[in-house]
Structure formats: structure tokens, C-alpha cells
């Protein structure tokens, strides 16, 4: 692999946040691994998934249609633009259609890397994909963009002078205004090749009351990670100068999802595009 220029460009402390293991403590991967079907979570979480249900009936539809988007977004990238390698960050608890599985099924030759600052969620995924040709799990933070690409394990996976793929699905919203999330996208984007592409799917509060999304962040506000849903404009403005693929930055159920008439009407809780870098 080429050696990585970018590596130490993050002034931020070059050690991540620590994620704490409590199973009182609601957790954001667990609660959404618990609308997706999931069997990783426990009672905290899964109280809070429902009081987050009772106030936002298709929060669970939101968070499956998010699902799949990533994979539709993938499969499109290592299909139809030839994209080999990626890298996942904030990629939660292992299940059913992971990155690697839909990149893999097209291109087995597909290297992809999933990042994630929660040590219970990096061993769980080490257990299960430690047999995956081309798959790495790396503990670290997307809050210090510096660590996560400076990283021997990732350079030992991805060559950052090709084009790759990294995706940032349901993760921002965690990462509040005093954290600098525009900056962390910028670090990423500057890492990235020409030719590479930006995955980001981001809650947003354009189609849901005050009430509800106050009520959905103080569900959050109790949980490992707050939640801080923006507008269309603000995530539009984490792609930078990037072009946008058709059909831009829109409602996840209706990013190439092939459905002229969708069956049922689904409310915008999340948006979604794919930009590449010029």
C-alpha cells in the first residue's frame, strides 16, 4: 500500500473517547439493532426503542429503509461504478446484509473495513467476521478522523490513492455542532482520491412536529449518544464540493429504489445520497 500522506493531519488528541459497557444505559447501535431484528440488546435498549416507537410510529420503518439504502448504495458502487474497497464508519452491530457481504457478492475481491469507537461492538464483530477474506473491524472514533486513517490496520486494507468508498449511514447525527462534524467530513473528503465516493444518510427534523423532535432527543438524551437531527441544507453542506449522484440528497426510500409507486407513502425521518469526488 502507498504510504498515507493525510496520516496525522487531525490535530484533535490521537486518543478516541472510550465507549462504556452498561446494559442499563441505552445504547444507539442496540436500539437500532432492535428495529432491525436484532438479537444484540437488552432491556434498556429495547425500552427506549419502544417509548422511540410510541412517539414515532415509523421510526422502525426509517430505521430498515436506512438498511436499505447502505445496500443499494453499495451494490451500486461496486457494480456499476467498479468501487473495490471500503470503508464503513459508525458501522454498529453486525447483521443481516453487512457491507462486505453485498460488496463481496459482486466483487469477491472487495476489501472493506468497518470502524466503530464501541469495544463491545468491534469484539462482537471481530468474533463473527475474523474468517472474512479482505475485512477488518478497527476500533476508533469518528470524532478523531485523524486516528481512523492514520491507522496500520486500515493501511493494511485500503490504498488511499484509489478511489474508495466511505460511508457515514446514520452516524452523524451523533456528533453534535460543538464537535465540529463539518470538519470531520472535511479530514475524510481530503483522504479521499478522485473518483472516490461519500455515502451519508443523516436523521433530519424537515418533516416531523417540534414535539416529536423534542421528544426524540431527549429519548437520546438518556442514551449513549445524543441525537441531532438537521435540515436538508445542513446535510447537504457534509458533501462539500462533491457531485451528487442522481437523485441527490432525498428521502431514503426513494434513493434508486426502483419503485415508481411505492407501496405506502413513507415519511422522510432520514436522508440520503452518494457524492463523488472530483
Known sequence: MAPNRWAGTDRRSDRAPKASFDVTVPNVARIYDYFLG???????????????????????????ENRAFL?????????????GQFIDIGSGLPTADNTHEIAQEIRPDARVAYVDYDP??????????????????????????GVIVGSRSLADLVDFSAPVAIL??????FIPDDEDPYGIVDILRCVMAPGSYLVISHATQDDVSREETLGGMSIYDKASAPVVPRSHGD??????RMDLIHPGLVNISEWRSGQRHPRRPVRGLIYGGVARKP
Not at 437488552?42 to 427506549?48: K, N, P, Q, T
Not at 463491545?120 to 478522523?145: C, Q, T, Y
Open 120 to 145: 463491545v461492538v468491534v469484539a462482537h464483530g471481530r468474533a463473527l467476521l475474523e474468517s472474512s477474506p479482505n475485512v477488518a473491524v478497527i476500533e476508533a472514533d469518528l470524532r478523531r478522523p
Open 71 to 83: 445496500r443499494r448504495a453499495v451494490r451500486y458502487l461496486a457494480s456499476d461504478l467498479g468501487i
Open 38 to 64: 436484532g438479537k444484540d440488546n437488552f432491556a434498556a435498549d429495547r425500552e427506549s426503542a419502544e417509548e422511540l416507537r410510541s412517539l414515532l410510529p415509523d421510526a422502525e420503518i426509517a430505521c430498515r
Open 235 to 240: 446535510v447537504l453542506k457534509f458533501f462539500g
Open 168 to 173: 457515514l449511514t446514520a452516524v452523524l447525527h
